[in-house]
């Protein structure tokens, strides 16, 4: 009696399993009936258009139901036959490796040539795959793309029908309806800013106001601030919107710079302002201890701290600020406000850090998206301030909670993540992409794309 044994059913459930995944992916596969190595094709295809492009990758299937060597949930490696890497070493073709279990649906790929084009990893005849990085899944698409693409042109994501909340960094701000305005015999705004300010006074006045052309422009009645004694005259009033749009540039200019010493001033109390950066940024406690606050959600979340010194992790190395920077946008008619967080370093609570341009960078290259949409509400919660969370404050200006925007279509954040390299064990390879400014290789100098640009 004919048998087919157990381990050719998993091998045709192999070959099934990557026809399945091929197909979700946009690919075409197409499968061969005489098998030296090479158990079928994917022929590449743009998904957006439905164009083929006549290029291949060939690929080789493994696969098992029970655990490859050396699995766990992050990795394996796979020994090939030294006969098999010979083989594939000669196809003009990219030549995949898919290692998958037919009974979970889970498949990994890896790019042959470049992996076994050191030596080292030739003479081992073993493929480390990264069960992370490497599955066979629809997000692979562009780096498939980028295997049979002899110029390395970069493929777009393609949007998918994925619905979605983009929150943004704007928040929408209302302005006084009234801006008040007078003569003053004050020459300039740093001059009325010294004449207002008292020896050991712990917070400045506030600067809410500008000064034009001997006349002072304010949001508040004067007589509700320090400002009255330096007016000389009668006080008018006039609408914000009257220098929206204005043919006078300059008017419109004012009033972009009292909402920016608004928003300071609404801040005053919590945070300074640094005249370099052109940032506000937490003031230090008193003591020099860690300073929380209690977020929207209810967590606490640091804005002020000590950074403690590595070697000597007893004595305090700097101090970390959390901070902000902002731009007011006239969107549609409406005003808005663009968070920008940052962060601010001291050497004392207050002295500049000699260093900061240096932990800056290093943050900057730390910090993932998480954190700064952490730090981005919890700057439009001090500004709205609606849970409460502060003393009660009487600010200029009303902020709003952050604009979000509803979409039906959006692309995987994944596609977006560079291409991992290749050059260390277990990491995917990148395909055949030539750096900018590299030679092409000899015969595609005329080689198009593989698809036309939309």
Not at 38 to 47: A, F, K, V
Not at 321 to 330: E, I, M, P, R, V
């Amino acid at each position: 009696m004919k048998k087919i044994s157990r381990s050719d059913q998993i091998g045709d459930g192999g070959i099934a399993l990557i026809h399945r995944l091929v197909n979700e992916i946009g690919f075409i596969w197409h499968e061969r009936q005489t098998d030296a190595g090479i158990d079928g094709e994917i022929e590449l295809r743009n998904s957006a258009t439905g164009e083929v492009a006549n290029r291949f990758i060939l690929v080789q299937s493994k696969a098992k139901n029970q655990s490859f060597p050396g699995e766990s949930d992050i990795s394996f490696y796979f020994i090939c036959d030294a006969a098999d890497i010979d083989y594939w070493m000669q196809a003009q073709d990219p030549v995949l490796l898919i290692c998958s279990h037919p009974n979970t649906g889970e498949a990994w790929w890896m790019h042959l040539q470049p992996w076994f084009a050191d030596p080292e990893r030739r003479r081992s005849r073993k493929v480390i795959f990264n069960k992370r990085t490497q599955k066979l899944e629809p997000r692979a698409e562009a780096r498939l793309l980028d295997l049979a693409d002899p110029h390395g042109y970069a493929h777009v994501p393609v949007p998918q029908q994925l619905p979605e909340t983009l929150v943004s960094n704007l928040v929408p701000v209302t302005l006084p309806e009234t801006i008040y305005h007078a003569k003053t015999d004050v020459q300039d705004r740093p001059e009325l800013l010294r004449r207002l300010h008292s020896p050991g006074e712990r917070y400045k006045p506030r600067g809410d106001f500008i000064i034009r052309g001997h006349r002072l422009y304010a949001w508040r009645p004067f007589e509700e601030s320090a400002l009255q004694p330096h007016v000389k005259g009668p006080v008018d009033q006039l609408d914000p919107r009257e220098w929206v749009g204005s043919a006078e540039a300059d008017k419109q200019r004012w009033l972009v710079e009292l909402l920016n010493y608004a928003l300071r001033s609404d801040l005053a109390k919590d945070c300074r302002w640094h005249p370099g950066r052109k940032i506000v940024y937490w003031r230090p406690t008193t003591d020099l201890k860690p300073r929380k606050i209690r977020s929207a959600t209810g967590y606490a979340r640091q804005v002020f701290r000590p950074m403690m010194k590595k070697a000597e992790p007893d004595q305090v190395s700097y101090y970390w600020h959390a901070g902000l920077g902002w731009q007011f946008l006239d969107i549609e008619g409406t005003w808005h406000c663009a968070l920008i967080p940052t962060v601010h370093y001291t050497r004392n609570g207050f002295a500049d850090s000699l260093f900061i341009a240096e932990y800056l960078t290093g943050i900057k290259q730390r910090e993932k998206n998480l954190a700064v949409r952490g730090q981005t509400q919890m700057w439009a919660q001090i500004l709205s301030d609606t849970s409460n969370v502060f003393e009660v404050r009487d600010p200029i200006l009303r902020y709003g909670p952050l604009v979000a925007f509803h979409a039906d279509q959006g692309i995987d954040d994944e596609g977006w993540k560079p291409e991992v390299s290749d050059s260390s064990p277990g990491t995917a390879s990148s395909g055949n992409r030539k750096p900018s400014g590299t030679k092409a290789e000899p015969g595609d100098a005329n080689q198009p794309p593989l698809f036309k640009a939309a």
